[in-house]
């Protein structure tokens, strides 16, 4: 059994779950988020409180437990606070700018990059940091990363784009002849 799965999860003021087939639905203030799941796995909501339930004994079965409580436990997280991540865009001359909806950027291409924003993605930026927002987790995970692959940091001079908390490994150049 999955020690993931057994955790119940604590519903916050003014979220709703529910549950019909294996469709799961999570209402809150920041919107709506639906997903469906595997329909040996069990989900029951009872008095504010949401908890996966496994009655089956294959393998494969107890990992599904513990992914689908995270999958709910995020959704819920998603429609009450929400989920941001940061980059950071460092490199001589590079510039990112915002054009309604869409991000510009022009970071030593030949072209500048521009990135279409998706539904359900709300995107900032100032100078050098661009700041992606969502309720839903994998969509605001997702977009990050296709940001960061457009120009990722080289260890050199650690130009390109990064996670605000991510640590950049720095190389040491050459030296020169000995």
Known sequence: MSRIGKKTIV???????????????????????S????????????NGHVNVINNNTEPQYNAFHGLYRQLIANM?????????????????????????????LNIGLSHPVVLKAIPGIELSC?????????????????????????????PYHAYGISYTDETVVRKEVKSGKK
């Open 76 to 104: 819920v997280e998603g429609v009450s606070k929400g989920f941001e991540k940061s980059l950071n865009v460092n490199g001589v001359g590079f510039k990112i700018n915002q054009q309604g909806q869409d991000l510009v």
């Open 126 to 154: 100032d100078k050098t940091t661009i700041t992606v927002k969502g309720i839903d987790k994998e969509l605001v995970g997702q977009f990050a990363a296709k940001v960061r692959n457009i120009k990722p940091v080289e």
């Open 35 to 46: 997903r469906e799941i595997n329909p040996k796995i069990e989900v029951k909501v009872e």
């Open 11 to 33: 519903l916050p003021q003014g979220v709703n779950v529910t549950v019909a087939g294996k469709l799961v639905t999570v209402t809150g203030p920041k919107g709506t988020l």
